[in-house]
């Protein structure tokens, strides 16, 4: 997302990017930007020395489960625990 302006402007002579410069795009991609975060610190968590297959499924199903309580919480139009 910090880089959002400097490649519109970049893109700025290809159609496709039109719809990425309204708020319903630049919305996408900082939802897109938050989900890949989210899934690069689960794989941070799930690396190094002395990882087993028990705390990386724990890893996975509490990832699974946080992306479900935000859904319900999407649905729901609860906000307040999003930043």
Excluded: C, R, W
């Excluded at 410069?21 to 930007?33: E, M, N, Q, W």
């Excluded at 938050?34 to 899934?39: N, P, Y």
């Excluded at 941070?44 to 935000?70: R, S």
């Amino acid at each position: 997302m910090q880089l959002f302006h400097i490649l519109s402007d970049f893109l700025s002579d290809k159609p496709k990017i039109k719809y990425l410069l309204t708020i319903d795009g630049k919305a996408f991609v900082s939802y897109l930007a938050d989900i890949f975060e989210k899934l690069n610190i689960l794989n941070k968590q799930l690396q190094g020395p002395n990882k087993t297959l028990v705390d990386a499924k724990t890893k996975i199903f509490d990832f699974i489960t946080n992306m479900e309580l935000n859904q319900k919480h999407i649905n729901n139009k609860n906000f307040e625990l999003f930043h």
